[in-house]
């Protein structure tokens, strides 16, 4: 392996913010507390109520576990260089943060096909679901999903430290993602390209394919159902994951699964912004809002909170 002429990168963020530097570092600062302390609410309500201990719940854990570390591996260091009109990082954190990001990406598409297909055996075999779904089923899923998405982008990310990297350490972007890494190398990266290709296709695309063809069980099956209540009760049950998978896959297929060459460099950003800063956001804030059971356990803490309160006053 050639040794590389660059140990360190330049990441410019967001320049030309001017007057808005403090209002943007603010706005992105709120969202990234919130994003942190919605996720965590969910965690605990999970953890704490004994009407959440279902696998969807579950499922749902691990998919803001996914939120809270992809959000922390990109904001702060984004904050950093909104102030400084810039940060760097060594190429070494370069690649790593990289693959922390990658590899929650795709576990997060993999999670959120999990989820669509237990909606589905919860709506269109209700009577197998228990038999199907068993804490072991779960617990596997949610195994493999982080397991896979971590190994797909662990040999990516080894194979890409070994490139020669020689050209300028200056990235037009605010975290170290896919093609801007790309850009600094040297080397031949046509075998990178394809299998990055390849990566997208199993990982974004073909469970894209499965969570549209689970809700078009689901809605064949809602459809069926004869009592206006029934639809709406099965409906409320997935609304708030179909939600959150437009959202993801919407962000995802316009950066990554669109022709670059079409786009400026600030569009690229600010659809970048949708899946690794928005993204995150909403999902606690969907699941809150849309979801009856999260209320309530929500409402029942914090009763709690003031009856314990009260007592020791």
């Known amino acids: 392996m050639e040794e590389s002429n660059i140990t360190s990168v330049l990441l410019l963020g967001f320049p030309g913010l001017h007057s808005f530097t403090i209002l943007f570092f603010l706005l992105i600062l709120m969202i990234y507390c919130v994003t942190i302390?919605?996720?965590?609410?969910?965690?605990?309500?999970?953890?704490?109520?004994?009407?959440?201990?279902?696998?969807?719940?579950?499922?749902?854990t691990q998919l803001t576990m996914s939120d809270?570390?992809?959000?922390?591996?990109?904001?702060?260091?984004?904050?950093?260089?909104?102030?400084?009109?810039?940060?760097?990082?060594s190429l070494s954190g370069c690649i790593t943060q990289f693959l922390f990001f990658s590899s929650c990406d795709c576990s997060e598409c993999l999670l959120l096909t999990v989820m669509?297909?237990?909606?589905?055996?919860?709506?269109?075999?209700?009577?197998h679901y228990n038999s199907l779904m068993t804490p072991l089923v779960c617990l596997m899923s949610v195994l493999l999903s982080w397991l896979i998405g971590f190994?797909?982008?662990?040999?990516?990310?080894?194979?890409?430290?070994?490139?020669?990297?020689?050209?300028?350490?200056?990235?037009?972007?605010?975290?170290?993602?896919?093609?801007?890494i790309l850009a600094l190398s040297c080397s031949n990266i046509m075998t990178f390209q394809i299998y990055a290709l390849v990566i997208g296709f199993f990982v974004i695309v073909c469970p894209f394919l499965i969570i549209s063809i689970s809700y078009a069980y689901i809605v064949h099956t809602v459809l069926k159902i004869?009592?206006?209540?029934?639809?709406?009760?099965?409906?409320?049950?997935?609304?708030?994951?179909?939600?959150?998978?437009?959202?993801?896959?919407?962000a995802l297929f316009s950066v990554y699964l669109t022709p670059r060459k079409g786009k400026s460099i600030s569009l690229y950003k600010i659809l970048s912004l949708m899946y690794t800063i928005v993204t995150p956001l909403t999902n606690p804030v969907i699941y809150c809002l849309r979801n009856?059971?999260?209320?309530?356990?929500?409402?029942?803490?914090?009763?709690?909170?003031?009856?314990?309160?009260?007592g020791q006053v």
């Open 292 to 310: 009856k059971d999260i209320k309530e356990a929500f409402r029942k803490v914090i009763n709690r909170l003031v009856k314990e309160t009260r």
């Open 116 to 127: 669509s297909y237990d909606r589905y055996l919860a709506i269109c075999r209700p009577l």
């Open 226 to 250: 004869q009592s206006i209540t029934g639809r709406q009760k099965a409906f409320s049950t997935c609304s708030s994951h179909l939600t959150v998978v437009s959202i993801f896959y919407g």
């Open 68 to 89: 809270i570390i992809l959000s922390s591996n990109i904001v702060p260091n984004m904050l950093h260089g909104v102030l400084n009109n810039g940060s760097s990082m």
């Open 151 to 180: 190994s797909l982008t662990i040999i990516e990310t080894i194979n890409i430290s070994k490139l020669h990297f020689c050209k300028s350490n200056v990235i037009d972007h605010f975290f170290c993602d896919f093609d801007p």
């Open 37 to 60: 302390c919605g996720n965590l609410l969910v965690i605990t309500l999970v953890s704490y109520s004994k009407n959440l201990h279902c696998p969807m719940y579950f499922f749902l």
